[in-house]
């Protein structure tokens, strides 16, 4: 050993061995969650459609759109069943989605912002959608489970409605200015 057991003495020994070993025990457990594959929020279809949809922001909001509708209509079914943890754990899951898909959208949305595509009607859309998402986050009825989540999830709301209406503002404006570029369905920042 690297360590004198006389001067230690053979009950110390052993604590030290069962110390050592917990610790190793600990590390290997921090490890294995540290490890462990995050949510992920769309399905690889999904994802390949959003993909697909690549450089036309049009269509990644529209796309977006559907998938967070089915993330609260998923949830607002969720609401009816009886209460218990399994409920609790999968409306916290659905709420941890929505709110992934909804930074994910407004992210999309930074993105796009500077472009001069004209993403009026999809934006209509995301502006027509966002009040129904917050009603059905505001009517879910609080519980220790998911109350945290769900208070997440209608400030990601809030935030992506104030953005889609700003957006569609800012884009209506300019395409009263720049008639001769309506309606066009990509652009590329310059």
Not at 16 to 43: G, I, W, Y
Not at 60 to 66: F, H, P
Not at 77 to 106: H, P, V
Not at 161 to 172: I, P, Y
Request: with cysteine.
């Amino acid at each position: 050993m690297w360590f004198n057991e006389s001067r230690w003495g053979c009950g110390n020994v052993r604590r030290l061995q069962k110390f050592l070993l917990v610790l190793a025990c600990l590390l290997c457990v921090e490890t294995l969650h540290s490890q462990k594959e995050k949510r992920q929020p769309l399905s690889d279809a999904q994802i390949e459609q959003i993909r697909e949809a690549g450089v036309y922001p049009s269509d990644r909001i529209n796309l977006y759109t559907k998938f967070v509708n089915e993330r609260a209509e998923t949830i607002k079914g969720l609401t009816n069943r009886a209460k218990s943890a399994a409920r609790s754990r999968r409306i916290d899951d659905e709420l941890q989605d929505l709110t992934a898909l909804m930074d994910e959208l407004g992210a999309n949305l930074d993105q796009y912002s500077e472009r001069k595509a004209d993403m009026r009607k999809a934006l209509k859309t995301l502006a027509d959608s966002t009040p129904r998402w917050l009603g059905i986050l505001r009517t879910l009825p609080g519980e220790s489970g998911f109350d945290l989540t769900r208070k997440e999830a209608i400030e990601s709301g809030e935030d992506l409605a104030d953005q889609a209406t700003r957006l569609f503002a800012e884009q209506t404006e300019y395409f009263n200015l720049h008639k001769d570029e309506q309606g066009q369905e990509r652009a590329e920042p310059k």
